[in-house]
């Protein structure tokens, strides 16, 4: 990631279809993390459980892509 890549945060429920693609291609590297988020997260987040927050980089005449997220 570089200074001039554009980095957003967003909550996963104000997320568009794009990025929505992004999250259910999104890989951690941990199952039970990825199943969390892209099946949980945002039904948690609607009965006040917590608050997941997406990090969206996009690099210079690059596409976006999902770097993390934290809850």
Sequence with gaps: MLLDD????KK?????DKERALVEAFSSGKAHIDSYLKNEALEDLQYGITKTYLMFVT???KETYLLGFSL
């Design 6 to 9: 554009k980095v957003e945060f």
């Design 12 to 16: 996963i429920s104000n997320i568009d």
């Design 59 to 61: 690099p210079k005449g």
